[in-house]
């Protein structure tokens, strides 16, 4: 099954009222066939985090998608967290000089999940979580990493930052998902005392490999302003990684009212009309498992052009289908 991704970073109401930059950031990266999410919170006492730790994630994200086979060779974790620091250590130097400031100014944690040909790589410095959902149920993989007090932290700037990062690797046979968090969103999303996720993770892992990124992503800065940040002065971020499987099922396994939800097929008409609705968008979406332009579709419904096109663009604004040089196809097959 395809992994798919999405992506988004919050200003904190404490920032807004500040005038301060948001300082989460988040990047997402398909290359060679590898898929990277990456997270990064910069440190409120760094006057210019928000461009390190944008900074950090392209960084590590370019870096781990380019050599995702060595990392996953190699048996020497030093080696790698050593390198990965190396990388946007330098990375950071860089941009230092672009904005005439110290390393510290830059500081950030860091966060990062990848897969590729049967495997993943996770690597975890400073607070925020990172989670997954496996046969087995959600699942933390590395909680915050927290200094002397709570609300302390290592940075990859830190003088200890290689003796803090955490790595893992392993087979993703029985793994479907993967969630990275900045601190902010772990307020609601994780339970500190007993190291546990929100059930509603699950639920977003699941609209990631249902919806198009470029749909979901808006949806879910809704939901973090609605729901999260009434809990947080902080800056809020995600980075979701999923595929189909038995824990996410694909969309011809959905029931009738969340395949409802999903086509955004309105519910007050007669419960046949609805059904015949939601059956014939079913039908688009079985023959769109691979891409077809909007003629041959129609040809193969036998009808129309101009009433495929009005129901495309149902699905299209929904992010069920997308469009592409080849034509339409459904999001996640």
Known sequence: MQWNSVCCAVQGRGHAKKNIPCQDKVARLEENGVHVIALADGAGSASMSHFGAACVVAGVSKFVAENFSDIIAQSDGRLVTQKILSVVLQALTDEAKIRDCTLKD???????????????????????????????????????????????????TSANAAEHMRIFKGDIKKISGFILMSDGSGQKLYNKRNKNLATAVKRLMHRTCLVDAEILTPQLEDA?????????????????????????????????????????????????????????????????????????????????????????????????????????KVHGC
């Open 224 to 328: 973090i302003k609605s729901v999260i940040l009434e809990n947080t002065q902080d800056d809020c971020s995600l980075a979701i990684l999923a595929r189909h499987s038995e824990q996410l099922p694909p969309l011809n396994e959905l029931p009738l009212n969340e395949r409802q939800e999903l086509f955004r097929v309105d519910g007050n008409n007669a419960f046949r009309k609805v059904r015949k609705k939601i059956f014939r968008l079913d039908k688009i979406c079985e023959l769109l498992a691979r891409p077809l332009t909007l003629r041959q579709l129609a040809r193969k419904l036998h009808v129309k052009p101009l009433y495929v096109k009005q129901k495309l663009r149902q699905l299209t604004d929904a992010g069920i289908v997308t469009r592409s040089a080849n034509g339409f």
């Open 106 to 156: 830059l500081a950030s944690t860091l966060l990062v999940a990848a897969v590729g040909d049967g495997k993943f790589f996770l690597a975890h410095l400073g607070d925020g979580v990172i989670g997954y959902l496996s046969d087995a149920g959600l699942k933390t993989a590395s909680a915050p990493v927290n200094g002397e007090f709570s609300n302390e932290t290592v940075f990859v």
